[in-house]
């Protein structure tokens, strides 16, 4: 009986985006019978204990970013950079610690830049290869993706979580590194023909305090529209709670299942524009309205870029209003006929086992 391939599976904690779209990869490697541990913190590694109950889970430090409520963003994270550094240099201890335990032959890191060793195949999972600044801090662009670019040297291999630039745009640079390779879109959904329930399903998601803020607004504003509408607050726990308000319900958190449901029984939905929820949408094909989070110069790029293209409105959150939003949203396309290119993340892992 041939041996099982022994492959840690590690996602960064800046929200739930890494971790979820971490998930068909699992299941890719599951299904080809290699054996996965899983590392992470933080909401990440509560997510993915519920997703994958039976797989083995170790934990790795955790970043615990600290995101402003109104302040500059790019000093915000310029304070906390002493701390990432060093989270950075106590995972890659943690995870040469891990491999020479758990036999580990093939490291996956979802953009934590410390999971990587030289003892073993290391693979980067990356979509912003090259990162944005706000126009008033352009001047640092250069010196940020120098530090990003050494990061990515120390993997083996860099997937790049798309099929091509069609919805990355300037997150690539115009020449790719060698050691890159398009694995498709990952998402953890699956389209199926599904009845419309609601008006609107709304998703807060990211880290606080900003969901918490997207929370209390879109409460607000959906119970006041006396639509049929869903909100879920992105709360990871091991139980769901679900209550209903006339024709408003909402929950703390839902499995990816119930949630994949839910999304599909509704005609348009609120959410963040990070790029694992994009690529959601792109597979269900939804109609979406996109509220960046404040400060997230990817997000509001991918945002702007969707709406450029007659996709998708983008709205920012001091400016959204519910009533109007829905009035423009008419003039979007929303995702069809976006190709899913299966097959790449296949011949990705095949190349590893």
Same mark, same amino acid.
Request: with cysteine; net charge positive.
């Given at each position: ?11 960064l ?9 971490c ?9 080809r ?10 909401? /990440?590694a ?13 934990s ?5 970013? /600290?995101?402003?409520?109104? =302040? ?26 891990l491999?020479?335990k758990? !036999?580990?032959e ?6 934590r830049?410390?999971c990587?060793s030289?003892?073993v195949k ?16 352009k ?7 120098h530090f990003?670019?050494?990061q990515?040297?120390h993997?083996d291999?860099?997937?790049?979580p ?7 745009g ?10 890159t390779?398009?694995?498709g ?12 329930k ?6 807060? =998601?990211?880290?606080?305090? !900003?969901?918490?803020?997207l ?5 607000? !504003? +959906?119970i006041? =529209?006396g ?6 607050h ?5 139980e769901?709670?679900? /209550?209903?308000?006339?024709?408003f319900?909402?929950?703390?958190? +839902?499995t990816?299942?119930?949630l994949?449901?839910?999304? !599909? ?5 609120i959410?963040?524009?990070?790029? /694992?929820t994009i690529m ?12 960046p ?6 997000q509001?790029?991918?945002?702007a ?7 998708? +409105? ?18 979007? =396309?929303?995702f ?11 011949q ?6």
């Amino acid at each position: 009986m041939e041996r099982k391939r022994r492959i840690l599976v590690a996602p960064l904690d800046w929200g739930l985006g890494h971790a979820t779209r971490c998930i068909p990869i699992i299941n890719a490697l599951l299904k080809r019978n290699a054996e996965v541990i899983i590392a992470a913190s933080g909401s /990440s590694a509560e997510l993915l204990k519920v997703e994958f109950p039976n797989i083995k889970h170790c934990s790795l430090p955790a970043y615990n970013p /600290s995101y402003p409520a109104n =302040s500059n963003m790019v000093w915000a994270m310029a304070r906390q950079l002493p701390h990432f550094v060093k989270t950075i240099y106590n995972e890659h201890a943690t995870l040469n610690k891990l491999i020479e335990k758990e !036999q580990i032959e093939v490291v996956i890191s979802d953009n934590r830049y410390g999971c990587y060793s030289h003892k073993v195949k290391s693979i980067l999972i990356y979509h912003q290869l090259h990162i944005l600044m706000d126009e008033g801090y352009k001047w640092m662009e250069g010196y940020v993706n120098h530090f990003n670019n050494r990061q990515i040297k120390h993997f083996d291999e860099c997937w790049i979580p798309a099929p091509n630039n069609e919805l990355l745009g300037n997150l690539l640079p115009p020449k790719l590194p060698a050691h890159t390779r398009f694995i498709g879109y990952q998402s953890r959904f699956n389209k199926q023909p599904a009845e419309i329930k609601y008006h609107i399903v709304a998703i807060a =998601s990211g880290p606080d305090p !900003q969901r918490t803020l997207l929370t209390n607004m879109l409460r607000n !504003q +959906l119970i006041e =529209s006396g639509l049929r509408t869903f909100l879920v607050h992105g709360l990871v726990s091991e139980e769901e709670k679900i /209550s209903v308000t006339g024709n408003f319900t909402e929950a703390n958190y +839902l499995t990816s299942d119930k949630l994949n449901n839910i999304i !599909q029984q509704g005609n348009i939905i609120i959410a963040r524009s990070g790029y /694992s929820t994009i690529m959601d949408m792109a597979k269900l094909g939804k109609k979406a309205i996109f509220i960046p989070t404040p400060g997230q110069t990817e997000q509001a790029y991918l945002a702007a870029q969707l709406m450029n293209k007659g996709i998708s +409105l983008c709205v920012e959150q001091s400016a959204f209003n519910l009533k109007n939003a829905l009035k423009e949203s008419d003039k979007f =396309s929303g995702f069809t006929n976006f190709e899913y290119h299966e097959t790449l993340l296949g011949q990705a892992i095949q190349s590893i086992l």
